[in-house]
């Protein structure tokens, strides 16, 4: 299975494991939360509305255009702190990890 075909799996699975917390949000942020320029966006989203309305669909449109995937990065770490009090995330938190090491 290629990196991209692997890679899109679990942006998929993670999407589903979204909706099955209800954690996927219906109506997105507005255009200025969505134009921060801080890492994760973490002055103006939540992780879960970083997730949903950046990375998932920015991943998938790299993966679509066929273009390259970026590598090296973990965003694992980020979300362990950030939901280290909830447990509920565990199979979201298992899903990134896999993310990571696809990426790595």
Same mark, same amino acid.
């Given at each position: 299975m290629s990196?991209?075909?692997r890679l899109l799996t679990l942006l998929n699975q993670l999407e589903q494991?979204?909706?099955?917390?209800s954690l996927w949000?219906? #109506?997105?942020p507005t255009q200025e939360k969505l134009m921060s320029?801080?890492?994760f966006a973490i002055d103006t989203l939540s992780p879960i509305e970083w997730l949903q309305w950046i990375f998932i669909?920015?991943?998938?449109?790299?993966?679509?255009?066929q273009q390259s995937l970026?590598?090296?990065? #973990?965003i694992s770490p980020y979300f362990e702190e950030a939901w280290k009090d909830r447990g509920e995330t565990q199979a979201i938190l298992l899903?990134?990890?896999q993310i990571d090491e696809v990426c790595a």
């Open positions: 990196r991209s075909h494991a979204l909706n099955a917390l949000q219906v #109506a997105p320029s801080e890492p669909p920015k991943m998938k449109w790299l993966i679509e255009q970026p590598s090296g990065f #973990a899903l990134l990890n």
